[in-house]
């Protein structure tokens, strides 16, 4: 009987473990198969990364009909994006669309130059222009930029942190104009945490205007493609 038993709760317990594993074990297997079809898709290479944001752009790049998908090997999935393979006339590409946020747009561009032989990166869609000498497919490099993207919402007349260098008062924009004051309290704007080889290692430097270079209109400029 005790026998019987043990055997009975050595099964259980092999069967539990079979099924924690297999799963583990099949994405693995899924994995590795993925990344042997990307290595046969990169001796094609090298490609031009193209990536949009959201469905309207992606929808509106598909209705051009200028990408023709690969015939082998149309797209790959990989952690959770989808990147499709194929060329725009004579032009080998690689498209994907990365999804909303500067998180989302960081995250796929990485993963595009990791996995792919990618010469160079065009991020196009939907922007807004308040010069009317610009046109749609000019090629323009900010002086300057800044993410407004990190603040602190405070309580009203609270205190701002050492790390924000501008702050609003949502009070302010009361209607009428200063009929009382604003629960909503005020938005404190913080300095980015900027890492660079010119810097102390793992020393971060606060930033809020990025200067760019002419080199960077410079590089933009020469990555031409045949189309």
């Known amino acids: 009987m005790a026998a019987t038993l043990i055997r009975q709760c050595l099964l259980l ?30 001796r094609d290479g090298p490609y031009v990364g193209l990536i949009t944001v959201y469905s309207p752009e992606e929808n509106a790049f598909f209705a051009t009909k200028a990408f023709q998908h690969d015939p082998k090997h149309p797209f790959v999935d ?49 922007a807004g ?44 924009y009361n209607v009428p104009k200063g009929d009382g004051v604003s629960l909503l309290g005020r938005i404190g704007y913080m300095t980015e945490q900027f890492y660079s080889q010119a810097g102390e290692p793992n020393t971060a430097q606060p930033l809020v205007w990025l200067n760019t270079t002419r080199h960077w209109l410079d590089v933009a400029a020469n990555l031409k493609v045949r189309i």
């Open 78 to 126: 990989f952690a959770g994006r989808r990147f499709r393979i194929g060329k725009i006339y004579r032009e080998k590409v690689i498209y994907v669309r990365c999804g909303i946020g500067l998180i989302n747009a960081a995250a796929a561009t990485q993963q595009m130059v990791d996995l792919f032989d990618i010469i160079g990166v065009v991020h196009f869609g939907i």
């Open 13 to 42: 317990v092999f069967i539990i473990v079979s099924s924690a594993i297999s799963p583990a074990f099949a994405v693995s297997l899924k994995r590795r198969k993925t990344l042997k079809i990307i290595k046969e898709i990169n």
């Open 129 to 172: 222009n308040a010069n009317g000498s610009l046109n749609i497919g000019d090629v323009t490099i900010p002086k300057q930029f800044v993410n407004t993207g990190l603040w602190d919402w405070l309580r009203p007349n609270g205190t701002l942190y050492s790390s924000d260098f501008a702050h609003l008062d949502i009070g302010n």
